[in-house]
Each structure stands twice: as structure tokens, then as C-alpha cells.
């Protein structure tokens, strides 16, 4: 598998990082995950391109992680391409429902269909997924991408994305013994936050985990200028191998 990040930002997104959006590819497949503003001019500028992307699946409504969803309906709809296939946590339906009511033109324009999913294991785009609920605001997924291998006692090529959450200890027992972790990042110690973790927090409960290696992501701009003193904090406490993610890094699975 493929994974590239195309947004790394957040809902205060500076000019280097959009909102967010992950890419996985792996041959013949491709998913995105999360369509953030902006991420659909990222996903252009990849060797799958939107017309390549029939499917998306959504960690949850907040509209950093939604807000190019029509966009990309539309920029399908024009290419030529027929279908689209959104996927996400309960409420989905509506979400789109209601897109829909205010773009009304846009209705019908591609095959499209909808699909509510919760903490189970289930297939999107042919990825073997497994879900968890985060802790965040609002009802939130975090999604574990099967690498279809299951070696006792290796570590597997899965890909896992926490979608936006504090960091906690069912979250980090979820992303055990994966081949990469995307983890939300959004706020450097010293910030009073809830609903996504500090450093300090997430190499807390990252600790004693075996993790290949550990990305940043979701980073408000309140880290810039602070990525030193924010991996210094979590490898206090984690000694794992942990990267900030950037707009457009491809990693290899």
C-alpha cells in the first residue's frame, strides 16, 4: 500500500498544509480518506487524480474533513466519470442529503451512493478496514487499513489514521503493532485543549506500544515553529520513531 498525504492542516490551515485528506493506493485500488478543503487540488496533482477516486470514507462531519466533498462530485461529474461511493460514521446520509439541498443541480449527476458504518470491521474500495470511536467532539472513527498480513507475533504493513481524537489508551492498543500510525497532533504542550492531544499526551499513551512509525498530522498553527520541541516531548515518554507528516509525502508500505 500506498499512503500519501494530501492535507495536513486543520481548520486554520496555512499556506504549506490544507485541510485533510489521506490517499491510499495499492495497484489497482485507491481510496481517499477525508476530503478537507483543498484537498481535492492535492489530489489532482497525484498520478491517480480525482478521476481515479470512486470512493471516500469519512472519520466524522466536521467540515475540515468534508468540505471539498461536492467539489469532488462535481470535478467527477464533469471528467465523465459515473459513480461515487461515500462511506462514514452515522449521520453520513443526511450529510450529503443536505449538501445536496443547497447544490440541488448537483443531484443525479453521478451514481451516488451512501453508507453508514460504526466500530466493526468492514470493506471500502476492496481495503480491509477495522474501525474504533475516538474521542472528539463529535461521533468520530478511527481506521486501521489491513495489509492482509497477519503473522503472529510481527508487526503487520497496516496502515492505521486516528481521525481526530485525544490521545488515549484504546486508540493506541487499535494502532499496536502497525506498520504506520497518522496521528492528530493538533496543538503544541502549554496550549489547554480537548478533543485533540498535545505531545506530552500522546507519547503518554503511546508508551510501551510498538508502532513502525508514528506521523503528525491535523496541525493547527500553533505548532509552527515548535516541531522540535514537540518530538522532544513525545519521545520523552515514547521511543518509537515519530515524523511530522507534510502535504504531499508518499510512504510505502
Known amino acids: 500500500m500506498r499512503l500519501t498525504f494530501l492535507g495536513?492542516?486543520?481548520?486554520?490551515?496555512?499556506?504549506?498544509?490544507?485541510q485533510t485528506g489521506l490517499l491510499?493506493?495499492?495497484g489497482d485500488r485507491?481510496?481517499?480518506?477525508?476530503?478537507?478543503?483543498?484537498?481535492l487540488h492535492r489530489l489532482a496533482s497525484t498520478d491517480v487524480g480525482y478521476e481515479g477516486v470512486s470512493s471516500v470514507l469519512l472519520?466524522?462531519?466536521?467540515?475540515d474533513h468534508v468540505a471539498d466533498l461536492l467539489p469532488l462530485l462535481k470535478a467527477r461529474w464533469l471528467a465523465g466519470e459515473e459513480h461515487l461511493e461515500v462511506v462514514g460514521p452515522a449521520g453520513t446520509k443526511s450529510l450529503l442529503d443536505g449538501l445536496?439541498?443547497?447544490?440541488?443541480?448537483?443531484?443525479g449527476r453521478v451514481d451516488l451512493s451512501v453508507r453508514e458504518v460504526g466500530p466493526a470491521e468492514f470493506s471500502v474500495a476492496g481495503f480491509d478496514v477495522a474501525a474504533t470511536e475516538t474521542v472528539h467532539s463529535m461521533?468520530?472513527?478511527a481506521y486501521r487499513f489491513s495489509a492482509g498480513d497477519d503473522t503472529p507475533g510481527e508487526r503487520t504493513g497496516d496502515i492505521v489514521f486516528s481521525g481526530d481524537s485525544e490521545a488515549t489508551a484504546r486508540l493506541a492498543n487499535f494502532a499496536d503493532g502497525a506498520a504506520v500510525l497518522a496521528h492528530d497532533c493538533s496543538f503544541p504542550d502549554g496550549v489547554d485543549v480537548s478533543n485533540h492531544p498535545t505531545p506530552s499526551q500522546l507519547g503518554a499513551a503511546l508508551a510501551g506500544h510498538d508502532v513502525g512509525r508514528v506521523y503528525l498530522t491535523h496541525l493547527y498553527p500553533h505548532t509552527e515553529g515548535r516541531h522540535e520541541e514537540m518530538l522532544a516531548s513525545i519521545g520523552s515518554r515514547y521511543d518509537g520513531e515519530v515524523r511530522f507528516a507534510r502535504d504531499g509525502l508518499r510512504v510505502e508500505v
Open 8 to 18: 495536513t492542516g486543520s481548520a486554520m490551515p496555512v499556506p504549506d498544509r490544507v
Open 24 to 26: 491510499l493506493d495499492s
Open 30 to 39: 485507491s481510496l481517499l480518506v477525508d476530503c478537507g478543503s483543498g484537498v
Open 59 to 63: 472519520t466524522h462531519h466536521h467540515l
Open 100 to 107: 445536496l439541498d443547497v447544490h440541488d443541480y448537483l443531484r
Open 139 to 141: 461521533d468520530c472513527l
